[in-house]
């Protein structure tokens, strides 16, 4: 049940983003997971999504598993959700997510993320990092850009300590490129001889593939269950692509 009501927090399906394209994959550990991901527009007119407004991208990951690690995952669904009209950059937006998760903690608990936010307008992407393995920005040419611009962004998890301020980084991204946000379930999945996938086995995996998302999540995937050769996975793992249209 918890199980249930947990995948029902997530996209049903991916919204129609003016020259992006979207897919995400998502796999628990247990039946109940700790990883999130999202994407909320911030502009509305009469309720309705504006396509060409901005619009938000999440990734997260609550420490632990199972029902714990599901109810805290749950708890930043709703503090996304309810920030996301007021006027904020990626920085207020997780300041404001690790404000309530620090006075309402569950247990020790605490969660990693990666926050941005992209204007269909400018192709401008603004994001800001808690502790979250960054991205990897995928040039056309099937070229990995391991950008400072991601790298340099530090943070301290959501939800550990109050008042922390987080800095914002920007790019604006060019058609071709795509981004690809994922949890440390699948860099750290680690195969029957203990060596892990890391970043590099995504970036490998990527190589014969057209950088569309449909294909990078079917990709990395696939290369992660040949890279686990029949291992079960010790964590949940979470992949989430954007492609700039060309």
Not at 43 to 52: E, N
Not at 143 to 166: A, Q, S, W
């Amino acid at each position: 049940e918890i199980a249930r009501i947990q995948r029902s927090l997530l996209p049903h399906e991916m919204p129609t983003i003016p020259g992006l394209s979207l897919a995400a994959s998502y796999e628990t550990f247990d039946r109940a997971g700790g990883d999130y991901y999202d994407v909320l527009p911030l502009k509305r007119h009469g309720g309705i999504p504006d396509p060409d407004g901005p619009w938000a991208f999440i990734m997260a990951d609550a420490s632990g598993h199972g029902p714990a690690a599901a109810v805290v995952m749950a708890m930043v669904h709703a503090l996304f959700h309810s920030y996301a009209e007021r006027p904020h950059s990626p920085a207020e937006f997780l300041e404001h997510i690790n404000e309530n998760l620090q006075s309402h903690r569950v247990g020790y608990s605490f969660v990693t993320a990666f926050l941005a936010i992209y204007d269909p307008t400018t192709r401008k992407l603004s994001f800001a990092n808690a502790g979250h393995p960054p991205p990897i920005l995928m040039e056309p040419g099937q070229e990995f850009m391991n950008t400072d611009r991601f790298h340099d962004l530090g943070g301290i998890p959501l939800g550990i300590e109050k008042n922390v301020k987080y800095e914002v980084g920007e790019m604006t991204l060019k058609p071709g490129q795509s981004v690809v946000f994922y949890t440390d379930g699948i860099i750290e999945s680690t195969g029957p001889g203990g060596e892990m996938f890391r970043v590099e086995g995504i970036e490998e995996a990527l190589r014969p593939c057209n950088a569309k998302p449909d294909c990078v999540t079917l990709v990395v995937i696939d290369a992660l269950k040949t890279h686990e050769a029949g291992m079960r996975s010790r964590d949940d793992q979470t992949l989430l692509a954007m492609h700039l249209e060309v």
